[in-house]
């Protein structure tokens, strides 16, 4: 397959080193002239899990410079969320009759993306691929990830297995039958793991040794579900089951929740949060299509999202300077948490 990758950060460039070295037909999108200049002249460099690979010589260009017939079959989109949705509309000039653009973010972009573009044009997907971006062509991978791809719409098509079986020699990719429910349950996660750790500074082990964090996730996470849950998505497991011990009977297991809890820790607490990286760095983050969109689909349905709003709004004080990321911020959400529940019961 011909294949374009749009975005060439921590884990575009990850993919895009490795299927060069594998041989793959693929050329890459830079956002800018300097970043098409500087990866032309050091290539890409991947280290960490999965060994090292190297490669001098890549084929890159400006999205501009792509002309209309290209003819893509595969756009791999991994740019930032409110990047993807900009960018898109403009590559469908670049897809071949039968390609797609396989956006691979977080949170509810391939939803909006099918919304708008059609959801013939568009695959969904994410990455639990980790890996960080040391300087612009240089990656280092964190772990054994895959990317997780399917039809929004449910089921296995002859599309997605052959998107699967191109990339494959760059990087292991599986397919869903249920790719929404599996978005989903990441989601669930990024709510109230990666978001939450930016705020407070803090991986999910150490946030969760307080009161406060375990208070605040604990009400981060079931709002979300409870989003989740009412638009009647079948949530699908993936590192831990989705729906924590005692939530369908509204039965307290606490010992079955707390290794429950403990199970998310163990996959997830030691991950420093991407969304850190971006206070860090001063860029604009994707709160917005993560707490944020749960916030937008908890207004629609009627469920109650106080705590993903009050957590949404933090994060854009701190991407506008007037907060910082401290512990405090995890503080100030328990309190608000038992503000409202003392309300509730006066």
């Known amino acids: 397959m011909q294949t374009l990758i749009v975005g060439i950060g921590a884990l575009g460039g990850t993919i895009a080193a490795r299927a060069v070295r594998a041989g793959l037909p693929v050329r890459l999108a830079a956002r800018n002239t300097d970043s098409a200049v500087a990866l032309r002249r050091s290539g890409l460099r991947v280290t960490g899990t999965g060994g090292e690979v190297r490669t001098d010589a890549v084929d890159v260009a400006l999205i501009e410079d792509y002309k209309k017939g290209s003819q893509f079959d595969l756009i ?5 969320a409110h990047d993807a949705l900009e960018v898109a509309p403009h590559l469908l000039d670049l897809l071949a009759p039968c390609g797609v ?12 993306l099918a919304d708008s573009l059609g959801e013939d044009k568009i695959l969904g997907g994410f990455s639990n691929l980790g890996a960080t971006m040391v300087e612009a062509g240089v990656y280092e991978q ?20 052959r998107v699967a079986r191109a990339l494959g020699p ?12 599996a978005i989903w349950s990441k989601l669930l996660i990024n709510c109230s793991v990666t978001t939450l750790g930016a705020l407070c500074s803090q991986t999910m082990r150490q946030y969760m040794e307080t009161e406060a964090g375990k208070k605040v996730f604990r009400r981060t996470y079931e709002e979300a579900l409870s989003v989740a849950l009412s638009i009647g998505t079948r949530l699908e497991r993936l590192a831990v089951d989705p729906i924590p011990p005692g939530w369908a009977g509204n039965v307290t297991v606490e010992k079955c929740y707390e290794s ?10 030691d991950v420093k949060p991407s969304m850190l990286q971006d206070f860090e760095r001063s860029r604009k983050t994707e709160v917005d299509f993560i707490n944020g969109y749960v916030v937008t689909l908890g207004h629609t349905s009627g469920v109650p999202v106080h705590m993903n709003a009050a957590i949404t709004n933090l994060v854009h004080q701190i991407e506008r300077g007037v907060l910082q990321p401290t512990r405090e911020r995890m503080n100030e959400l328990a309190d608000q948490t038992c503000e409202r529940t003392c309300g509730n019961r006066n």
């Open 76 to 80: 791999l989109l991994a740019t930032k």
């Open 101 to 112: 653009i396989l956006p691979i973010q977080n949170g509810g972009i391939a939803r909006v």
């Open 142 to 161: 964190k772990n054994a990830g895959h990317l997780l791809i399917g039809e929004l719409a449910g089921g296995v098509s002859e599309r997605v297995e």
């Open 170 to 181: 760059a990087i292991e990719v599986k397919v869903s039958s249920n790719l929404t429910g």
């Open 260 to 269: 429950w809890v403990e199970t998310i820790i163990a996959f997830y607490g």
